[in-house]
């Protein structure tokens, strides 16, 4: 869900100047770090960060970022020092269910002031193409930063508008932690190499576009609907482009559908896009981790889609809906995406992957019943992050971090042979 890791976004954004330091210091502060993580002891984890963080990150944000987190990468079983780049120190960090590094300092008042997770892994590295250049937007005084990846001709184009799924995900399909598929990239490539152009963005609160918000809880659906807009406006008026499709993935599927109702564009695509309202996707999410979590989840969203704010949210379920991303989940429930696929009058290509384990065929297939008239492409081995992958969680999983892998043979080829249709 995209609110509850808008705060560990921003956490993992500061990295500014700490005072010099030898790193034995910074060890014995990970040390704390580790057991107050794995003891679940948040107060703890707040007081060793310094003023500057606890100012972005209060203690409410903390405990869900915290809470987050742990449900992700499991206990931090073992940490080791490595390097030094500057005033970071950086340690290799192993996590139950993921290795990543660690970057870390202290103030001069012995407080945590760097504090970020990078894949221990490296990112692949892509080639400068010709033809790729920054974009951006501004709405609301919020920096909306994106590329612009051009096929090499002087003739008009379609443009695609890309826009990302829920969480941290960034322009290219990766996040700080537990995503480095580069899923983004690769198809704006495929579609670069067949004459069409893309552009894909980060969304408000991510990446590079994080100028000028000023706090997670000012952030609604609606904002990422008007951004997309926003951009298919700026498309709309550039004498290089023939005509505008745009194509969302996962949250983004619906963000798409309705920014594409108010805007006169050529085409719409779904990839991995729900069928159904947010909180009934979340309670089946909770479902499969307990029949009674799904079912306390239930209240909570009922209540929620109601207007209601919910004041005692139970520890095991407060990551998803403790105060501060209730607002979000409000603006979100208003949106049922099988009535909303209705109201476009364009030609609409709805993709699913049938081994994924976050948007599941039935979804896809309550899009297709809605919309009986849009083409509908499915592939059998197809993940969540558009790569061929097991069905079993662990082997699916190993995917998110796999920058080496491809595309789903014939994913890109299905999206390409609809723009040119």
Sequence with gaps: MR??????????????????????????????????????????????????????????????TMGQLYMQMGELESYTYFK???????????????????????????????????????????IPEAGASDISVTRDGVVLSGTLTMPVTTAKVPVVLLIAGSGPTDRDGNNSTTLTGNSYRMLADSLRDNGIACVRYDKRGIGESIKGVKSQEEIGFEDYINDAITFIDLLKKDSRFSGVIVAGHSEGSLVGMVAAQKTGIMKYISIAGAGEPIDQIIKWQLSKVSEDMGRRAGIIM????????????DNDLNVYFNSSIQPYLRSWIKFDPAKEIKKLKIPILILQGENDLQVSMVQANLLRQAMPAAKFVTFRDMNHILKDAPYDKEGNRATYTNAELSLTPGFATAVISFIKK
């Design 3 to 64: 609110r509850f890791t808008f705060a560990f976004t921003l956490c993992l954004l500061l990295a500014t100047v700490a005072s010099a330091q030898d790193h034995t210091e910074v060890d014995a502060m990970v040390s704390r770090f580790q057991r107050y993580y794995n003891g679940k002891q948040n107060d703890s984890i707040y007081n060793m960060l310094s003023k500057r963080i606890q100012q972005l990150m209060p203690l409410d944000k903390v405990a869900t």
């Design 84 to 126: 030094k780049e500057g005033k970071v120190d950086y340690y290799k960090v192993v996590f139950a269910n993921v290795n990543l590094q660690m970057l870390a300092s202290i103030d001069s008042e012995k407080k945590m002031d760097v504090f970020r997770f990078i894949p221990d892994k490296k990112e692949k590295k892509y």
């Design 302 to 313: 009922d209540s929620l889609k109601k207007g209601y704010d919910v004041q005692y949210i």
